[in-house]
């Protein structure tokens, strides 16, 4: 399983690994992954799902300038954070922006997966053509009510209508009315749509493993909005402390971010950033809507053994206690340090600032889908 495949793609190389592999169906994912979110995620477990292995094949950055303009996340930030979801057996690296017949065969695989919107070059060919004719291309759905264009409208705007449980406010929708369209009209893939949390969903995010004797629980809380390179890096170090960790995190509630973080935050709502964790190789559990306060009743229901935290600011609960008090007289927290500085509020300051260009960069690419659209309409009139 993916456990097996981790270790060869941590490695990064694909050849070796390529070289020991049994034959099985290999599956080929390929694209930026520049901001990582659960509709990527869900995008992965769906092409895993369809053959025996999956590789996934990331971008570089000159490559994605040269087709999109410059990404918001390093080559090796987004390397890894490919590399954290549970469903990649193994990342190849600088993989090609236009999948070919050759990238299938020089990666050994059977078939690649795509999404079913469409991608298109400079020149506004369908970059899929080759592999479609011969018969080694797959589709899988792709996950409404989130796309990159819709959370950075959230970032960008100072509302909280994403939040689960407020009004829709006016502002927001106003928004989403404007931002997924071009100048005509608007495309379906660009445009904005809810995100429907169902318990089918979180069926296959979830790992369904119960804890086993000899395991280390440990728990750790927080937002965990936007899921990033930085959470990615401390449930890293938080998942070495043990032989045998199974690691339960705990989300606050929307309100319970937004009490400590203010502003417009989460950007994310708790179903959003649910499946978001439980989608990363390193969370064995999550605990939807977690108290604030670590308290004794969860500590044993859950049979915790470690509390962790990371080296950001711990706020006081509304009484003005601290949140930790319980875990700290047992003796069983501690802080660990991810080495990451990268923070939700520092990743939504890049994104803004990398905010005009998107914008120009979304209504060309919208605009280049509805042209996409408009000529499979003539050509079915024609039909």
């Known amino acids: 399983g993916p456990a097996a495949g981790h270790g060869a793609a941590a490695g990064g190389a694909a050849s070796g690994a ?169 495309s379906p893939w660009t445009g904005v749509s809810q995100f429907l949390q169902t318990s089918q969903k979180i069926i296959q995010f979830a790992s369904g493993k119960e804890p086993q004797p000899g395991d280390t ?35 606050h509630f929307d309100q319970e971010v937004n009490r400590y973080k203010g502003k417009n935050y989460p950007i994310m709502n708790i179903h959003e950033r649910t499946l978001s964790v439980l989608a990363c190789r390193y969370v064995s ?14 500590l044993d229901h859950f049979r915790v053994t470690l509390v962790c935290h990371g080296m950001t600011e711990v706020v006081s609960d509304k009484d003005g206690s601290d949140p930790y008090e319980e875990p700290k007289r047992r003796g069983i927290f501690q802080l660990v340090d991810s080495g990451s500085n990268l923070t939700t509020d520092l990743i939504v300051q890049r994104i803004i600032k990398n905010r005009l260009e998107f914008e120009a960069r979304n209504q060309k690419k919208e605009a280049k889908e509805l042209a996409v659209l408009e000529a499979m309409k003539r050509l079915e009139e024609k039909h």
């Open 18 to 186: 390529a070289a020991a592999r049994p034959a099985r169906r290999v599956g080929l994912c390929l694209s930026s992954y520049d901001m990582v979110h659960y509709g990527h995620s869900n995008q992965l477990r769906q092409a895993r799902a369809m053959g025996d292995y999956l590789i996934v094949g990331v971008h570089t950055d000159e490559e994605i300038a040269k087709h999109k303009g410059p990404p918001v996340f390093t080559q090796e930030e987004r390397y890894k954070m490919v590399q954290a979801i549970k469903w990649v057996d193994e990342i190849a690296p600088g993989a090609p922006y236009v999948t070919t017949l050759e990238t299938l065969d020089k990666y050994n695989c059977d078939f690649c997966v795509h999404g079913d919107d469409i991608t298109l070059t400079i020149d506004g060919k369908d970059t899929y053509e080759e592999v479609k004719t011969a018969g080694r291309y797959r589709e899988c759905k792709r996950t409404q009510g989130v796309s990159t264009t819709d959370l950075v409208g959230r970032m960008l705007l100072m509302t909280k209508a994403h939040h689960s449980n407020i009004d829709e406010d006016l502002d927001y929708r106003k928004h989403t009315d404007n931002f997924g369209k071009g100048p005509k009209g608007h």
């Open 217 to 251: 629980i440990i728990y750790v809380a927080g937002a965990f909005d936007l899921f990033h390179i930085g959470h990615v890096d401390f449930l890293e170090k938080v998942h070495q402390l043990a032989e045998r960790p199974y690691i339960i995190a705990g989300l």
């Open 285 to 298: 559990e999550v605990v939807i809507g977690a108290p604030y306060a670590v308290t004794a009743d969860l």
